[in-house]
């Protein structure tokens, strides 16, 4: 049962035998006839996903073929990475993990130390979290003179986000004055309205577009992601090429031959069917481990809703749990084999590292050392990849493999594409709207209101009234 690379240029490889039945009992792995149940129901889905995408829905699946957005990218990043010595994104959530993510993925892992010819373009800095103490150190950390700074928002009303830039745009003008500042900063945001579109024209600041009719979790693909990867010298049109290449892969309404939809029934069917309400992202590489961060967001964002499209409560969702291989051998595998039988696990496993390390040698007089003499530490991940996987299916725990020849900008691009589509279809599986965070607004009110903002005056006084600070519920130092 292994999902092989089609004809289209994907070259990404899914074994998904450990995740059924026969494998890990009827109990905890999914049935083929399962998967038969389900096959019409993602054949029709797939026929209203293309339906809306002609009908000019669905947006995102267009964002692999905007060559004319990748080239201004390309060019604006070329001029760029000769001017500045740093570069600041500014943004959260889906406005900086995908950017986290590819950079991590394809360049050095330590780029920040090497010297400015060796890393070609300025050293790369996150301002997400607003964290006094984190956003204090960077902008200590980096040259104002010669530092860009992107902040990232569709609309402007993300508080983290216009809270850390306000502070970054203060710290710019301090040091080089206003007129400059601005030409230091760079906005991708809404075309047309929002907050951080009418700042950028009063103020005069170079923009890229937050993609319309595109959900932030969705727009790795976009300006959102490509213009950060460029900066720092990413191949983003070998991104977008694999991104095309997965998209005609996944062409198909067919369960069994669109890699993103078996993966959708396999997880949605081990939670909905199984009890396996939890989805584990484990690759073996650290290079793709911000890629489990920024999957981590697209499915919880995507499918944790509360309410069906048809307005029925049905508390929704697969929790995602990241987790690096081998790393995790050592600290969650105990769990996962023996704890609570309520996890899916997927693996990702990559063929050839982009390096090649050997033991050469090992201590004369310490037999119990000698396997490792001649060994190749990617040869040894490999193997413990597979070891993982044996030991999870031999305790009835159900896995599956992604595999990957090697890590380069397309099979980045296929993944997120891949993953994209994946989360489409299993939130029409679940019957819930992919799109949109309607749980995360009244978190997003309250902060409005407890942080004085005009307009939220009558909420501000419900949480004063809450009785969130009564002694009796306090354990403070004595």
Same mark, same amino acid.
């Given at each position: 049962m292994t999902e092989k690379t089609g004809s289209d240029g994907s070259r990404i490889t899914?074994?998904?035998?450990?995740?059924?039945?026969?494998?890990?009992?009827?109990?905890?792995?999914?049935?083929? /006839?399962? !998967?038969?149940e389900v096959a019409p129901v993602i054949a029709e889905q797939h026929q209203r996903l293309v339906a809306e995408h002609e009908s000019g829905g669905q947006r995102w699946?267009?964002?692999?073929?905007?060559?004319?957005?990748?080239?201004? !990218?390309?060019?604006?990043?070329?001029? =760029?990475?000769?001017?500045?010595?740093?570069?600041?994104?500014?943004?959260?959530?889906?406005?900086?993990?995908? =950017?986290?993510?590819?950079i991590q993925a394809l360049t050095h892992p330590f780029r920040n130390l090497l010297s400015p010819e060796q890393r070609g373009g300025p050293r790369f800095f996150v301002l997400d979290n607003p964290d006094p103490e984190k956003v204090a150190v960077t902008l200590e950390t980096v040259d104002l003179s010669r530092t860009l700074v992107n902040v990232v928002t569709k609309?402007?009303?993300?508080?983290?986000?216009? /809270?850390?830039?306000?502070?970054?745009?203060?710290?710019l003008e301090d040091v080089v004055g206003a007129d400059k500042a601005r030409r230091q900063i760079v906005a991708t945001t809404?075309?047309?309205?929002?907050?951080?579109?009418?700042?950028?024209?009063?103020?005069?600041?170079?923009?890229?577009?937050?993609?319309?009719?595109?959900?932030?979790?969705?727009?790795?693909?976009?300006a959102v992601g490509l213009l950060p990867a460029a900066l720092c010298?990413?191949?983003?049109?070998?991104?977008?090429?694999?991104?095309?290449?997965?998209?005609?892969?996944?062409?198909?309404?067919?369960?069994?031959?669109?890699?993103?939809? !078996?993966?959708?029934?396999?997880c949605i069917l081990a939670d909905t069917r199984l009890g396996k309400s939890i989805l584990v992202t484990m690759p073996y590489a650290d290079a793709l481990f911000g890629v489990t961060d920024w999957f981590r967001q697209l499915w919880a964002e995507s499918l944790g809703k509360r309410l069906s499209v048809n307005g029925e409560e049905v508390f929704a969702g697969q929790t995602?749990?990241?987790? !690096?291989?081998?790393?995790?051998?050592?600290?969650?595998?105990?769990?996962?084999?023996?704890?609570?039988?309520?996890?899916?696990?997927?693996?990702?496993?990559v063929e050839r590292y982009r390096d090649r390390?050997?033991?050469?040698?090992?201590?004369?007089?310490?037999?119990?050392?000698?396997?490792?003499?001649?060994?190749?530490?990617g040869q040894l991940l490999r193997h413990e990849r597979h070891a993982t996987a044996w030991a999870l299916t031999e305790a009835g725990r159900p896995n599956f493999t992604l595999t990957i020849p090697e890590i380069d900008a397309a099979i980045l691009g296929e993944l997120f594409y891949l993953y994209e589509a994946q989360t489409v279809m299993g939130g029409a599986l679940l019957n819930v709207d992919p799109f949109g965070q309607p749980g995360v607004e009244a978190g997003k009110n309250a902060t409005y209101a407890l942080m004085g903002r005009e307009g939220y005056e009558t909420l501000r006084n419900e949480l004063t009234a809450s009785g969130r600070g009564e002694e009796a519920y306090r354990l403070a130092p004595a």
């Amino acid at each position: 049962m292994t999902e092989k690379t089609g004809s289209d240029g994907s070259r990404i490889t899914i074994d998904y035998r450990d995740a059924m039945a026969s494998a890990v009992g009827a109990e905890h792995g999914v049935s083929d /006839a399962m !998967l038969d149940e389900v096959a019409p129901v993602i054949a029709e889905q797939h026929q209203r996903l293309v339906a809306e995408h002609e009908s000019g829905g669905q947006r995102w699946m267009d964002l692999p073929s905007d060559s004319v957005l990748a080239a201004e !990218l390309g060019a604006f990043a070329d001029e =760029a990475r000769g001017r500045y010595s740093d570069f600041i994104l500014i943004g959260i959530g889906g406005s900086s993990l995908g =950017a986290i993510a590819t950079i991590q993925a394809l360049t050095h892992p330590f780029r920040n130390l090497l010297s400015p010819e060796q890393r070609g373009g300025p050293r790369f800095f996150v301002l997400d979290n607003p964290d006094p103490e984190k956003v204090a150190v960077t902008l200590e950390t980096v040259d104002l003179s010669r530092t860009l700074v992107n902040v990232v928002t569709k609309s402007g009303q993300t508080a983290e986000t216009m /809270a850390n830039f306000l502070v970054a745009r203060q710290a710019l003008e301090d040091v080089v004055g206003a007129d400059k500042a601005r030409r230091q900063i760079v906005a991708t945001t809404d075309p047309s309205s929002g907050i951080l579109r009418q700042l950028a024209d009063q103020e005069g600041y170079r923009t890229f577009p937050v993609p319309p009719g595109v959900d932030g979790r969705m727009t790795v693909l976009s300006a959102v992601g490509l213009l950060p990867a460029a900066l720092c010298g990413c191949d983003i049109d070998g991104m977008l090429a694999g991104a095309r290449a997965m998209r005609a892969r996944c062409a198909s309404g067919d369960v069994r031959q669109n890699p993103a939809y !078996l993966l959708a029934a396999l997880c949605i069917l081990a939670d909905t069917r199984l009890g396996k309400s939890i989805l584990v992202t484990m690759p073996y590489a650290d290079a793709l481990f911000g890629v489990t961060d920024w999957f981590r967001q697209l499915w919880a964002e995507s499918l944790g809703k509360r309410l069906s499209v048809n307005g029925e409560e049905v508390f929704a969702g697969q929790t995602p749990i990241k987790a !690096l291989g081998a790393i995790d051998q050592h600290s969650q595998i105990q769990l996962y084999t023996e704890g609570p039988n309520d996890k899916l696990i997927s693996l990702i496993a990559v063929e050839r590292y982009r390096d090649r390390v050997t033991v050469d040698d090992v201590p004369a007089g310490i037999p119990d050392l000698d396997y490792l003499r001649g060994a190749e530490l990617g040869q040894l991940l490999r193997h413990e990849r597979h070891a993982t996987a044996w030991a999870l299916t031999e305790a009835g725990r159900p896995n599956f493999t992604l595999t990957i020849p090697e890590i380069d900008a397309a099979i980045l691009g296929e993944l997120f594409y891949l993953y994209e589509a994946q989360t489409v279809m299993g939130g029409a599986l679940l019957n819930v709207d992919p799109f949109g965070q309607p749980g995360v607004e009244a978190g997003k009110n309250a902060t409005y209101a407890l942080m004085g903002r005009e307009g939220y005056e009558t909420l501000r006084n419900e949480l004063t009234a809450s009785g969130r600070g009564e002694e009796a519920y306090r354990l403070a130092p004595a």
